[in-house]
Nanobody
Framework: QVQLVGSGGGLVQAGGSLSLSCAASGNIFSIIAMGWYRQAPGKQREMVSLITTDGSTDYADSVKGRFTISRDNAKNTVYLQMNSLKPEDTAVYYC??????????????WGQGTQVTVSS
């Protein structure tokens, strides 16, 4: 099992910046990637950004060039710096960890979700 505790988020005006962090605990050695998904009202949950254990990153097209994901392996923590925020970035952001168990496949673990609201 993997436990995730996220922090950050809040309310900001368009063009502003916010940051998120997510700390993992438990069976951290099974984690192969961490990052964030988001879900806006009435919409499906979508991937925002992921970072693998070797540092490879992936971003949704809508956030490329504005968001930056990073990780501190010593603290088992990932960070998401969100710049040039737009009203359409408003959503609940969920920390995600993907774990791999040999013989069992992959599992997704989720944090509690944090609200990000960008006013126009």
């Amino acid at each position: 099992q993997v436990q995730l505790v996220g922090s950050g988020g809040g309310l900001v005006q368009a063009g502003g910046s916010l940051s998120l962090s997510c700390a993992a605990s438990g069976n951290i050695f099974s984690i192969i990637a961490m990052g964030w998904y988001r879900q806006a009202p009435g919409k499906q949950r979508e991937m925002v950004s992921l970072i693998t254990t070797d540092g490879s990153t992936d971003y949704a097209d809508s956030v490329k060039g504005r968001f930056t994901i990073s990780r501190d392996n010593a603290k088992n923590t990932v960070y998401l710096q969100m710049n040039s925020l737009k009203p359409e970035d408003t959503a609940v952001y969920y920390c995600n960890a993907k774990s791999l168990t040999p013989g069992w496949g992959t599992n997704d673990y989720w944090g509690q979700g944090t609200q990000v609201t960008v006013s126009s």
